[in-house]
């Protein structure tokens, strides 16, 4: 009994993951096209307009950011303000449904989304060596909070293994996963311990950040910046009632890149390496010159 009563559940949690992904989709469609009717006219866009500082430009250099639908929609967003000279500098690589889960999955594995790069499909991995990248961004996780939290977390960070094994002088920044609409958050079928609202995503945002703190790597929270007073995604940020967000949210991701930039005093850990290696390298030619022996010249007689 007990036997069937748990089959029950996993098709009862595949079937409402089945149905949330065609949700899922036609959010995304209708967030892509709103975004699309709003950006006609940006001549007064407090983005466009910024006058940035040239620190926070220069910070953003050689950057990608990693991400899924949620970064989809900052991407679209910053390709339709490329004037502004922080999003100029942004390399992007999203996709929108999108997971870590996929992610860990073998390339060619049915039903699972890799990035497409030139015409054949990458591990994000790949992606970050292919496109020069020396700076990590990750905004994740809203596709993947359906599964059992611990096991979500322990993805996440198999996830940046991968990354930092293949490219080890590339730098991490975590984007803290943002908050689902209120009217949005479910329960999963024959699950009692967590389900699909805010209460899960601030269980993953906790665990990844202090994840951050233990191994060196960036951590911006963005999710509590567009947060309502009861730790939803707020409303006025929205797009469709669900999980993507509009213009005025993604203003807020630009601030906030302003101010992590600012954080680190506008200097990446690997930036700053780099330059001393270079440095060690250049003195030590030096000093290797200064110490050959010079043999004078004596001149000829006529």
Same mark, same amino acid.
Not at 104 to 132: C, D, K, P, R, S
Not at 178 to 188: E, F, G, N, R, V
Not at 232 to 242: E, G, H, R, S
């Given at each position: 009994? =007990?036997?069937?009563?748990?089959?029950?559940? *996993?098709?009862?949690?595949?079937?409402?993951?089945?149905?949330?992904?065609?949700?899922?989709?036609?959010?995304?469609? /209708?967030?892509?096209?709103?975004?699309?009717?709003?950006?006609? %006219?940006?001549?007064?866009?407090? +983005?466009?307009?910024?006058?940035?500082?040239?620190?926070?430009?220069? &910070?953003? =250099?050689?950057?990608?950011?990693?991400?899924?639908?949620?970064?989809?929609? &900052?991407?679209?967003?910053?390709?339709?303000?490329?004037?502004?000279?922080?999003?100029?500098?942004?390399? &992007?690589?999203?996709?929108?449904?999108?997971?870590?889960?996929?992610?860990?999955?073998?390339?060619? /594995?049915?039903? +699972? $989304?890799?990035?497409?790069?030139?015409?054949?499909?990458?591990?994000?991995?790949?992606?970050v060596g292919l496109l020069g990248?020396?700076?990590?961004?990750?905004?994740?996780?809203? @596709?993947?909070?359906?599964?059992?939290?611990?096991?979500?977390?322990?993805?996440? =960070? /198999?996830?940046?293994?991968?990354?930092?094994?293949?490219?080890?002088?590339?730098? *991490?920044?975590?984007?803290?996963?943002?908050?689902?609409?209120?009217?949005?958050?479910?329960?999963?079928? #024959?699950? =009692?311990?967590?389900?699909?609202?805010?209460?899960?995503?601030?269980?993953l945002n906790d665990s990844m950040?202090?994840?951050?703190?233990?191994?060196?790597?960036?951590?911006?929270?963005?999710? $509590?910046?567009?947060?309502?007073?009861?730790?939803?995604? @707020?409303?006025?940020? !929205?797009? %469709?009632?669900? *999980?993507?967000?509009?213009?005025?949210?993604?203003? *807020?991701? +630009?601030? !906030?890149?302003?101010?992590?930039?600012?954080?680190? $005093?506008?200097?990446?850990? @690997?930036?700053?390496?780099?330059?001393?290696?270079?440095?060690?390298?250049?003195?030590?030619?030096?000093?290797? #010159?200064?110490?050959?022996?010079?043999?004078? +010249?004596?001149?000829?007689?006529?």
């Amino acid at each position: 009994m =007990k036997k069937l009563l748990k089959k029950a559940a *996993i098709i009862a949690l595949a079937s409402s993951m089945i149905v949330s992904s065609g949700i899922i989709a036609m959010a995304e469609e /209708t967030a892509a096209a709103q975004e699309t009717q709003a950006a006609t %006219d940006l001549s007064q866009d407090p +983005v466009v307009n910024a006058q940035e500082d040239q620190r926070v430009v220069d &910070f953003y =250099k050689d950057s990608i950011v990693l991400g899924d639908s949620v970064a989809n929609g &900052f991407e679209r967003y910053a390709i339709q303000r490329k004037a502004n000279l922080i999003l100029a500098n942004l390399q &992007f690589m999203t996709q929108p449904r999108y997971s870590i889960h996929d992610e860990l999955q073998a390339i060619g /594995t049915e039903g +699972v $989304n890799h990035f497409w790069y030139g015409g054949a499909q990458h591990y994000a991995y790949e992606m970050v060596g292919l496109l020069g990248a020396k700076h990590v961004y990750l905004s994740l996780g809203l @596709n993947d909070i359906k599964a059992r939290p611990s096991e979500v977390f322990e993805q996440y =960070k /198999t996830y940046i293994g991968q990354i930092k094994a293949a490219n080890p002088d590339a730098d *991490i920044t975590i984007i803290s996963t943002t908050y689902i609409h209120p009217d949005a958050q479910t329960s999963l079928a #024959g699950i =009692k311990s967590w389900a699909f609202d805010n209460a899960t995503v601030r269980k993953l945002n906790d665990s990844m950040q202090a994840y951050a703190a233990e191994n060196g790597y960036g951590y911006i929270d963005i999710a $509590n910046r567009l947060a309502d007073a009861n730790g939803n995604l @707020n409303p006025i940020y !929205c797009t %469709d009632k669900y *999980i993507h967000q509009n213009a005025e949210a993604y203003a *807020i991701w +630009v601030q !906030c890149l302003r101010e992590y930039a600012a954080s680190q $005093n506008y200097a990446h850990a @690997n930036d700053a390496a780099a330059a001393a290696v270079a440095e060690t390298a250049a003195a030590d030619a030096a000093a290797a #010159g200064s110490t050959e022996e010079v043999i004078p +010249v004596v001149p000829t007689q006529a």
